[in-house]
C-alpha cells in the first residue's frame, strides 16, 4: 500500500508542475508578443532534444537495446502525427465552429502537442510507478529527475499553444489536464504492471516520434516563417538553450543515479 500511496502522490507532483505556466496569465500581452516566438524556438530544442537525448535511449534500455524495433516506433510516431494531423487539419478547414478566444481557430500543430505531450506525460507516469515497485528509493529519484525534466517542457508546452492560438487561460488549463495524464499512466501500471512494461519501449519511440515530426514539420516551418520575425542568430541560440536544458537535466539524472 505504501508504494501505491508513494506512486501516485509523485505522479501528482509530477503534473502540479504545469502549474508554473499560470505565471503567464500576468504576462503583457506586449511581453507575450516578444518571449513566445523566442519561447518558440527554445521548444524546439527541447522537443528535439528530449527525443533523442532522452526518451530515444530510454527505449532502447526498455526494449532489451534492439534499435530496429525502436527505430520502427520511432518511425511510425512521426508518421502517425503526419496523419493525425492532416485529418485535424481537414477539420479545421470543414468545420469553423467554437473558435478559442478572439475568434480564432487554434492552429492543427497546438492541437498536436497536446496530445503528444499528453502521451508523454502517461509515459512519465509508468516510468514513476514502475521505479516504486522496484524499489522506493529509485522512485523518488525518478521522480526528482521527471521534475527537473518537466519545469522547460511545461513552458515551452505553454508557448507552443499560446501561439498556435489557444487563448492563455485555456492554454493553461489544457496544460494542467494533460500534466494530469501522468497520473492516468501511474494507477494504469500500478494495475496492470506486467502488461504495461511490455509496452514501455515502444510508447517511448512513439512518443520521441511525436516530438520530433512536431518539431521539424510545424515549429522550425513556423520559426522561418514571417509571422513571428525572429532573428536567426536569436533562433539558434535560443533553440540552442532547449537542447542544452534537456542535456543538463540528463546530467543531473545521472547524477542523482549515483
Not at 499560446?162 to 494504469?188: D, E, P
Request: charged share 10%.
Amino acid at each position: 500500500m505504501f508504494v501505491i500511496l508513494s506512486a501516485i502522490t509523485a505522479s501528482l507532483l509530477v503534473a502540479l508542475v504545469s502549474l508554473v505556466c499560470i505565471g503567464f496569465l500576468y504576462v503583457s500581452d506586449a511581453q507575450l508578443r516578444v518571449w513566445v516566438p523566442r519561447l518558440m524556438a527554445v521548444a524546439v530544442g527541447v522537443l528535439l532534444g528530449d527525443a533523442f537525448l532522452h526518451l530515444i535511449p530510454d527505449a532502447l534500455e526498455n526494449s532489451g537495446h534492439e534499435a530496429g524495433i525502436v527505430g520502427l516506433w520511432a518511425l511510425a510516431g512521426v508518421i502517425g502525427f503526419y496523419f493525425i494531423e492532416t485529418i485535424l487539419q481537414s477539420r479545421a478547414r470543414a468545420d469553423f465552429r467554437h473558435p478559442d478566444e478572439g475568434g480564432r481557430r487554434p492552429a492543427s500543430f497546438a492541437k498536436m502537442n497536446l496530445v503528444g505531450d499528453g502521451v508523454h506525460n502517461f509515459v512519465d507516469g509508468i516510468l514513476i510507478a514502475s521505479s516504486f515497485l522496484v524499489d522506493p528509493a529509485i522512485g523518488i529519484a525518478t521522480t526528482i529527475a521527471i521534475i527537473l525534466h518537466e519545469i522547460p517542457q511545461e513552458i515551452s508546452d505553454i508557448s507552443v499553444l499560446i501561439q498556435g492560438g489557444f487563448s492563455r487561460k485555456r492554454a493553461v488549463f489544457l496544460n494542467f489536464l494533460c500534466a494530469l495524464m501522468c497520473s492516468m499512466g501511474a494507477v494504469t501500471t500500478l494495475l496492470l504492471s506486467q502488461v504495461m512494461e511490455l509496452g514501455l519501449g515502444a510508447m517511448l519511440a512513439l512518443t520521441a516520434g511525436g516530438f520530433i515530426y512536431i518539431a521539424a514539420s510545424d515549429l522550425v516551418p513556423l520559426l522561418r516563417s514571417n509571422e513571428l520575425k525572429v532573428a536567426l542568430p536569436i533562433q539558434f541560440a535560443a533553440t540552442l538553450v532547449g537542447v542544452l536544458s534537456m542535456q543538463s537535466i540528463l546530467w543531473l539524472e545521472n547524477i542523482i543515479q549515483f
